[in-house]
């Protein structure tokens, strides 16, 4: 089992930058992919970006393509996000989310374990 802290949310202004951080517990933070979720008033929680057990293979929403990269360190049991170019339509709170094996696509039920949240706003 792992548990799953995110940080590093807040508010910025359009076009600026925030990195968010996803603490795991746990020495098996390596076998598992890992995946950065959002959710805004309102809607569902929608999928942003995967990343397999070594940080070498990424996925992106399109809506986050170029703007966002998602990487992770092993040895500090921690998955990074670094949000570039932010606007407001990416207000929201951001899960990370630990998933099976090796890799885990864009689908909630891919994921076992989650974070409690980060709240991100994006100010125009």
């Known amino acids: 089992q792992v548990q799953l802290v995110e940080s590093g949310g807040g508010l910025v202004q359009a076009g600026g930058s925030l990195r968010l951080s996803c603490a795991a517990s746990?020495?098996?933070?390596?076998?598992?992919?890992m995946g950065w979720f959002r959710q805004a008033p309102g809607k569902e929680r929608e999928f942003v970006a995967t990343?397999?057990?070594?940080?070498?293979?990424?996925y992106y929403a399109d809506s986050v393509k170029g703007r966002f990269t998602s990487s992770r360190d092993n040895a500090k049991y921690t998955m990074y996000l670094q949000m570039n170019s932010l606007k407001p339509e990416d207000t929201a709170v951001y899960y990370c989310?630990?998933?099976?094996?090796?890799?885990?696509?864009?689908?909630?039920?891919?994921?076992?374990?989650w974070g409690q949240g980060t709240q991100v706003t994006v100010s125009s």
């Open positions: 989310a630990a998933g099976r094996g090796s890799w885990a696509g864009t689908q909630i039920y891919e994921y076992d374990y």
């Open positions: 746990g020495r098996t933070f390596s076998r598992y992919a």
């Open positions: 990343i397999n057990w070594s940080g070498g293979s990424t």
